[in-house]
Nanobody, 127 residues
Framework: QVQLQESGPGLVKPSQTLSLTCTVS??????????WSWVRQPPGKGLEWLAV???????NYNPRLESRTSISRDTSNNQFSLQLSSVTPEDTAVYSC???????????????????WGKGTLVTVSS
């Protein structure tokens, strides 16, 4: 059974960088066919996908947030992390990590479905 657990500060000041880590157990983040995503849900709004890192280390970002977002991984500790810079109160949300299915057709990598999720962690941006 794969389990994901988010960790990080629950309160971040405006203009600072939000940093979160997802620790994965029950499976390796380097396993073929899987990628690892961050998503968020602001209060009263829908889910927004932020970024993904594949088992190969390939990364992809939501174009709307790409200039402020960075995803990375630590394979030795089976963790992957999110950094979101220059945060504003609009970045207040429940942030979740999820295992994502991935494949390649030709030279194009695609992602489909998220099958395991962390419980999510609320991050509030406020001074």
């Amino acid at each position: 059974q794969v389990q994901l657990q988010e960790s990080g500060p629950g309160l971040v000041k405006p203009s600072q960088t939000l940093s979160l880590t997802c620790t994965v157990s029950g499976g390796s983040i380097s396993t073929y066919g899987y990628a690892w995503s961050w998503v968020r849900q602001p209060p009263g709004k829908g889910l927004e996908w932020l970024a993904v890192i594949a088992y190969t280390g390939t990364t992809n970002y939501n174009p709307r947030l790409e200039s402020r977002t960075s995803i990375s991984r630590d394979t030795s500790n089976n963790q992957f992390s999110l950094q979101l810079s220059s945060v504003t109160p609009e970045d207040t949300a429940v942030y979740s990590c999820a295992r994502t299915l991935t494949g390649v057709v030709g030279s194009t990598r695609f992602y489909y479905g998220m099958d395991y999720w962390g419980k999510g962690t609320l991050v509030t941006v406020s001074s």
